[in-house]
């Protein structure tokens, strides 16, 4: 369990869109917007986990157009945040008071999660190298579950933290817009990585 651990900390060190997302999401809305996108990405991966670990993994092999579908929503809304930050104001970040919006960034970050089918098939491939699942108990799941959050919430808030950190040394205008069009150019980017996977 500790080497799942230190593996499963790694896993989510490497840098991908969902990664992407949340460091865009960071410099153009600040710190709070971003930890709700990693926690709909975290809530992704536990269902994922949850899945895997009660052998649904085959059951999902067979819902090919549902993955599909999911991860055309999880990409379209990931483009759509990247035109917005390329577009937001240059004093400041967005406002997150107005109705839905974190419900909305906290459901792209799900959709991100669980319309990219590669990460169950990551844990299908992942858990058995470290827990027999012929066996894999309640105690197992909510150890495996846990190193999920600890290290999402960890590594996820280091890139966050040193997003910020960026972001806030952005005070001239000039600056800040080219910012918010790098940032939203990589969302789009992220968004269409995710949306083109094969």
């Given at each position: 369990m500790i080497a799942f651990?230190?593996?499963?900390g790694f896993f989510t060190a490497t840098p991908g869109p969902g990664i992407l997302a949340v460091i865009s999401q960071a410099v153009s809305k600040g710190p709070f917007s971003a930890f709700l996108l990693l926690s709909g990405l975290l809530a992704g991966d536990l269902v994922y986990?949850?899945?895997v670990s009660f052998g649904v993994g085959v059951v999902a092999e067979q819902m090919g157009d549902l993955f599909y579908a999911v991860r055309l929503l999880g990409a379209g809304y990931l483009i759509y945040l990247g035109w917005r930050?390329?577009?937001t104001a240059i004093d400041g970040h967005d406002k997150l008071n107005h109705p839905g919006a974190k419900s909305k960034t906290l459901g792209a970050?799900?959709?991100?999660?669980?319309?990219?089918?590669?990460?169950?098939?990551?844990?299908?491939?992942?858990l058995p190298t470290f827990v027999d699942m012929a066996t894999i108990s309640t105690t197992d799941i909510a150890?495996?579950?846990?190193?999920?959050?600890?290290?999402?919430?960890?590594?996820?808030?280091?890139?966050?933290?040193?997003?910020?950190?960026?972001?806030?040394?952005?005070?001239?205008?000039?600056?800040r817009q080219k910012f918010n069009r790098i940032s939203?150019?990589?969302?789009?980017?992220?968004?269409?990585?995710?949306g083109l996977k094969s």
């Open positions: 651990a230190i593996a499963m986990i949850i899945a930050t390329w577009h970050g799900l959709l991100i999660s669980l319309g990219n089918p590669k990460v169950m098939i990551f844990y299908i491939a992942f150890f495996i579950c846990a190193a999920a959050i600890t290290s999402t919430y960890l590594i996820g808030g280091a890139y966050i933290v040193a997003a910020g950190k960026v972001s806030h040394r952005l005070k001239q205008g000039s600056t939203g150019g990589l969302l789009m980017s992220a968004g269409l990585a995710v």
